[in-house]
């Protein structure tokens, strides 16, 4: 087993990542967690068939090793470690994904299992042993908890998982204790966080430099401001990142609905800000726009309103599919992407936004397949 100590520090040698004193004593935790994972097996991943299922009711459950909650400021390495550690941890039966996507697919799979359960039938078991089934260790970017409706399918769910011996691994802006606080309903999401916190230890990546900041670019990517000139200089960039085909309307199945596309050529979209993110667009609308597209672009970003949320909150998760799915965007704006939101009391869950807004101006971006 190549642990992922000898990666890192072999990728410091190459000059493809800097030592980091802080990300080393993050490795090390990840080197112990790749050891402990390389004989464990959850029952539910034992022998198969008949054999498999009395030998599952006899056999005392192995005590899974202990997950990690990687928690830190943007742009330190959480994900850059994470995916590391995904890449040499020696387990078939893996997941690695953003957390949004995550979601969106588990809410799929559950209403397709509550219509199959029937009036007062529970779900919830079901889908935890499929997932445990495909896979027993989890791997989420991004770990976050916005809505009321998530929180509560996530406690019972996790409940489940963590029972049949699921093992997870996750990074995340926010310590575990603050996960839905302060919000309608949190005090019932309590007994969730006391679960996660048995489950996986948290550990905080203190790293002093975000490596995302200070990339190459070759191009400008986010335009300033919103005139004419920005116009003209996206439509040519349509032109050239569509090839020139032929400008047409697609539509896009999403949960049984459609999703118009007014304006797309080859792998290329290009959309308002108001139709993009000023309507009642979600997760799984973005994701299919980003699995279809290679490149979008966004026309006429304001300067955010903090009263209006829902604006913010669909454009940071737009922002958040975007780039894990790897797809460019050009955007013009009325401000630099660092000063369309400038409410400080909520400034804090920006700062994601604007280090991937960062990152997403590199003149490689868009080039390579981020791990899934």
């Known amino acids: 087993m190549n642990l992922p100590s000898n990666v890192y520090q072999a990728r410091v040698k190459a000059g493809t990542l800097k030592q980091d004193d802080a990300q080393q004593k993050i490795v090390l935790l990840l080197d112990q967690l790749c050891r402990s994972l390389e004989n464990y097996q959850p029952v539910v991943h034992?022998?198969?068939?008949?054999?498999?299922?009395?030998?599952?009711?006899?056999?005392?459950?192995?005590q899974p090793p202990r997950g990690l909650y990687l928690v830190g400021s943007v742009g330190r390495g959480k994900s850059m470690l994470m995916d590391l550690f995904y890449e040499q941890v020696p387990v078939q039966h893996k997941i690695r994904t953003h957390f949004h996507i995550f979601m969106q697919e588990t809410y799929k799979r559950f209403h397709v299992l509550k219509q199959q359960s029937g009036k007062g039938g529970d779900p919830i078991p079901d889908l935890a042993k499929e997932l445990a089934q495909k896979a027993w260790?989890?791997?989420?970017?991004?770990?976050?908890v916005n809505d009321i409706a998530d929180a509560v399918l996530l406690g019972r769910l996790f409940e489940q998982l963590f029972a049949l011996g699921v093992v997870v691994v996750a990074t995340s802006n926010v310590n575990i204790s603050s996960l839905f606080q302060n919000r309608p309903g949190a005090d019932a999401f309590k007994p969730f966080i006391k679960i996660l916190s048995q489950q996986m230890q948290e550990v905080e990546l203190n790293a002093a430099q975000?490596?995302?900041?200070?990339r190459p670019e070759d191009e400008k990517r986010w335009l300033v401001p919103c005139n004419a000139e920005s116009k003209e200089r996206l439509d040519h960039i349509f032109l050239r990142e569509?090839?020139?085909?032929?400008?047409?309307?697609e539509a896009l199945t999403v949960m049984g609905r459609s999703l118009r596309i007014p304006c797309a050529a080859g792998d290329v979209t290009r959309f308002s800000f108001t139709d993009l993110c000023d309507v009642n667009l979600g997760v799984g609308d973005y994701l299919a726009?980003?699995?279809r597209f290679k490149t979008i672009i966004l026309d006429d970003i304001p300067r955010?309103?903090?009263?209006?949320?829902?604006?913010?909150?669909?454009?940071t998760m737009l922002i958040d599919v975007l780039y894990e799915q790897n797809v460019k965007l050009y955007a013009s704006a009325a401000a630099e992407f660092d000063e369309i939101y400038r409410k400080e009391d909520r400034r804090a869950f920006f700062e994601r936004t604007i280090s991937r807004l960062n990152e997403m101006q590199g003149q490689n971006w868009g080039n390579a397949k981020r791990i899934m």
């Open 46 to 62: 034992s022998a198969g068939g008949m054999f498999g299922t009395l030998k599952s009711l006899w056999k005392k459950p192995e």
């Open 137 to 144: 260790l989890l791997c989420f970017d991004e770990f976050q």
């Open 210 to 214: 975000d490596y995302r900041l200070g």
């Open 242 to 249: 569509s090839k020139a085909q032929p400008i047409k309307e």
């Open 289 to 291: 726009l980003a699995q």
């Open 304 to 315: 955010f309103n903090p009263d209006n949320m829902n604006v913010i909150e669909r454009f």
